[in-house]
């Protein structure tokens, strides 16, 4: 069993950066992959970006990819999402997520393949 609780949402203005953080409970959260998803109101949740257990392997969304980093701590529980460059279209309820270990993108990027979620923090980009 795993819980997430993400935090470091807010409002920012387009252009500036965000970093989220996702800590997760328990002892196993280096065994797991996480990811990060996004949901704008009326839109399906959607794929943003995406890390293996080691760290080593990092995926990303292309609409994100070049703004948005991840990264993990695993002495810490925690995951990571910087954003930079944001726009007016990353407005979202951003979710983090931890699932088994994948062995291809295919996984990493279908939410239906995640286990845990967390409750989400709200990121919102102005004008």
């Known amino acids: 069993q795993v819980q997430l609780v993400e935090s470091g949402g807010g409002l920012v203005q387009a252009g500036g950066s965000l970093r989220l953080s996702c800590a997760a409970s328990g002892r196993t959260f280096s065994s797991y992959s996480m990811g990060w998803f996004r949901q704008a109101p009326g839109k399906e949740r959607e794929f943003v970006a995406a890390i293996s257990w080691s760290g080593v392997m990092t995926y990303y969304a292309d609409s994100v990819k070049d703004r948005f980093t991840i990264s993990r701590d695993n002495a810490k529980n925690t995951v990571y999402l910087q954003m930079n460059s944001l726009k007016l279209e990353d407005t979202a309820v951003y979710y983090c997520?931890?699932?088994?270990?994948?062995?291809?993108?295919?996984?990493?990027?279908?939410?239906?393949?995640?286990?845990?979620w967390g409750q989400g923090t709200q990121v919102t980009v102005s004008s």
């Open positions: 997520a931890a699932g088994r270990i994948f062995l291809s993108r295919t996984y990493y990027v279908n939410k239906d393949e995640y286990n845990y």
